[in-house]
């Protein structure tokens, strides 16, 4: 079992910007963001691999970047250029996918979410 716990959500304006933090109690091979906005269905943001490897879906490439600290087993997301299209209950996932995309799945872990709004 491992355990994820999200932080860094919050509200901003337009433009403006934001890091999730995703604190793991374990390593699993493959993490993911996921972003689920009001009547919508949830889906992959981002992933990325302890070992390096990250990967973005279009809507957010070149706007949302993943960072990892290996020591304290956390993974970031730094949201910048934020659209209020980008409002939604943010999640963070981890499973044993090789094949380590925002797409994939199973994910088998999932943190309890945590809230980005941004305002025009």
Request: with cysteine; hydrophobic share 30%; proline share 3%.
């Amino acid at each position: 079992q491992v355990q994820l716990v999200e932080s860094g959500g919050g509200s901003v304006q337009a433009g403006g910007s934001l890091r999730l933090s995703c604190a793991a109690s374990g390593f699993t091979i493959c993490m993911g963001w996921f972003g689920q906005g009001p009547e919508k269905e949830r889906e992959g943001v981002a992933s990325g691999t302890w070992g390096g490897s990250t990967n973005y879906a279009d809507s957010v490439m070149g706007r949302f970047t993943i960072s990892k600290d290996y020591a304290k087993k956390t993974l970031y997301l730094q949201m910048s250029s934020l659209k209020p299209e980008d409002t939604a209950m943010y999640y963070c996932a981890a499973g044993g996918l090789e094949n380590c995309r925002p797409e994939s799945k199973p994910y088998t872990y999932w943190g309890q979410g945590t809230q980005v709004t941004v305002s025009s």
